[in-house]
C-alpha cells in the first residue's frame, strides 16, 4: 500500500470546470434506482441497481477518472471496481471515490440516513489508498470546532475543547457512534464525560455529514468505522471547513502485520489533508431514505423528487439542490427499476 503523502506535496491537477452538477446528477441515479429496494430485505440487488444507473452517468463526464475507492477489486465487482477507468478519457485527471449505497442495511430494512455518495479530487494519487486497511479510529467536528481536538488524547479532554470552541457545555454536545459492541468501552468513557450519544447502526459517512451541517443538532463523531468511509467523509468535510482525524485501526494481529508489510503505520495520526491531498474536491450525496442530512426520494404518479447535498473545497461553495425527476425523459436502465 502506498505510503500517503505529505500534505505539503500536493498532486492536485486543475479542474477548469465546475463539475458539480454532473457529479449530483450521479449520485441522483444511484438514489432513484436504489430506492426501489427499500425494506425490500436485498441489499445486493439494491447496491446493484445503484452501481450500474451511477456507471452509466459517469461515463458520460469529460474527464480522466480512476476509481480509488469503489466496489472492491475488478474479480469481485464488475463495475465501479477499484482501478476502473471512467468517463471520457480526456482531461482533467481526477481520482473518484463512490459508495452507490452507504448504508445497504439501512436501505435493505427502510432506516434512516441511508445515502449516495461519490466524491471527486483533482490529480490521480490525491485520495489516501484505503483499499490495504478496512477499519480506523475515527474524530471529527464541524467548522466551528476545527483545530480544537487531538485523536490521541482521551476522549473526555477532546470533549471539553470542543465545547470550548463551540460556547457550549460538554453535557450539552452529542456525539455519533456506530452502535457496535468494540465501543462499549469509548461510550462509557463520553458517558462519564457528561456528553449526550446518538448511537447509529450504519452510515458514518452520514454521522461525519451531521457534525457539520447546521441543523442536526449533532457535533462529534467518534470511534471506529470504514476506512473508505473516512476518506469520503474528509472530502466532505475539507469544503465544509470541518475536521477529521484517523488513525488505523486492525481487528486481529494477523490483518496488522498484513498492512504493516504493505507499508502501513498504525501510530501515525492521518489529518484531512493525508487523506485527500488535492485542494479541489468535489463531494456530492443524495438522499435514499430520510435522514438528518437529506431528505429521500420521494415517488409519485409519473415523477420522483430527490434532495441532494454537493459541495466544493476550492470555492467553499455548498449547494442544496431538490430536484424533481419526470419518467418520461428516463430509461429504465437508467432507474433500476425491479421486476414488480
Known amino acids: 500500500m502506498a505510503?500517503?503523502?505529505?500534505?505539503?506535496?500536493?498532486?492536485?491537477?486543475?479542474?477548469?470546470?465546475?463539475?458539480?452538477?454532473?457529479?449530483?446528477?450521479?449520485t441522483e441515479a444511484g438514489a432513484l434506482a436504489s430506492a426501489r429496494w427499500m425494506g425490500r430485505g436485498d441489499k445486493n440487488r439494491a447496491d446493484g441497481a445503484a452501481?450500474?444507473?451511477?456507471?452509466?452517468?459517469?461515463?458520460?463526464?469529460?474527464?480522466?477518472?480512476?476509481v480509488v475507492i469503489g466496489e472492491g477489486e475488478k474479480d469481485e465487482a464488475p463495475m465501479l471496481y477499484i482501478g476502473e477507468r471512467i468517463g471520457t478519457g480526456v482531461p482533467p485527471p481526477v481520482d473518484i471515490a463512490v459508495d452507490p449505497v452507504e448504508g445497504t442495511t439501512?436501505?435493505?430494512?427502510?432506516?434512516?440516513?441511508?445515502?449516495?455518495?461519490?466524491?471527486?479530487a483533482g490529480g490521480h494519487g490525491s485520495l489516501y489508498d484505503a483499499k490495504h486497511v478496512a477499519y480506523m479510529h475515527k474524530l471529527a467536528t464541524g467548522a466551528d470546532a476545527a483545530g480544537s481536538f487531538n485523536i490521541?488524547?482521551?476522549?473526555?479532554?477532546?470533549?471539553?475543547?470542543?465545547?470550548?470552541?463551540?460556547?457550549m457545555r460538554v453535557s450539552a454536545l452529542t456525539v455519533v457512534i456506530l452502535d457496535r459492541p468494540r465501543h462499549e468501552g469509548l461510550i462509557k468513557e463520553i458517558r462519564?464525560?457528561?456528553?449526550?450519544?446518538?448511537?447509529?447502526?450504519?452510515?458514518?459517512?452520514?454521522?461525519?455529514?451531521?457534525?457539520?451541517?447546521?441543523?442536526?443538532?449533532?457535533?462529534?463523531?467518534?470511534?471506529?468505522?470504514?476506512?473508505?468511509?473516512?476518506?469520503?467523509?474528509?472530502?466532505?468535510?475539507?469544503?465544509?471547513?470541518?475536521e477529521i482525524q484517523c488513525k488505523l485501526y486492525a481487528r486481529n494481529p494477523e490483518e496488522k502485520a498484513s498492512a504493516e508489510a504493505a507499508g502501513a503505520d498504525f501510530d501515525e495520526v492521518l489529518g484531512i489533508d493525508d487523506l485527500v491531498r488535492s485542494d479541489d474536491v468535489f463531494f456530492a450525496a443524495t438522499g435514499i431514505t430520510d435522514g438528518e442530512v437529506l431528505s429521500g426520494v420521494k415517488y409519485h404518479m409519473n415523477w420522483?423528487?430527490?434532495?441532494?447535498?454537493?459541495?466544493?473545497?476550492?470555492?467553499?461553495?455548498?449547494r442544496r439542490i431538490h430536484a424533481r425527476h419526470h419518467w418520461g425523459y428516463k430509461s429504465r436502465e437508467w432507474l433500476g427499476q425491479p421486476e414488480g
Request: with cysteine; hydrophobic share 45%.
Open 3 to 26: 505510503r500517503p503523502l505529505p500534505a505539503t506535496e500536493s498532486v492536485s491537477a486543475e479542474i477548469s470546470r465546475n463539475l458539480a452538477l454532473e457529479l449530483v446528477r450521479v
Open 51 to 66: 452501481v450500474e444507473a451511477m456507471r452509466l452517468s459517469l461515463g458520460k463526464i469529460e474527464m480522466d477518472g480512476l
Open 106 to 120: 439501512l436501505l435493505s430494512k427502510g432506516l434512516p440516513n441511508a445515502l449516495s455518495v461519490i466524491a471527486m
Open 152 to 167: 490521541e488524547d482521551p476522549i473526555g479532554v477532546n470533549l471539553q475543547r470542543i465545547a470550548r470552541a463551540k460556547r
Open 192 to 242: 462519564d464525560a457528561g456528553a449526550r450519544i446518538k448511537l447509529i447502526s450504519d452510515g458514518d459517512v452520514a454521522g461525519a455529514l451531521m457534525t457539520a451541517i447546521e441543523g442536526t443538532g449533532l457535533d462529534v463523531l467518534a470511534g471506529i468505522g470504514g476506512a473508505t468511509e473516512a476518506v469520503l467523509s474528509a472530502c466532505a468535510l475539507k469544503s465544509l471547513g470541518g
Open 304 to 318: 420522483a423528487e430527490t434532495e441532494s447535498l454537493v459541495t466544493r473545497s476550492r470555492s467553499g461553495t455548498v
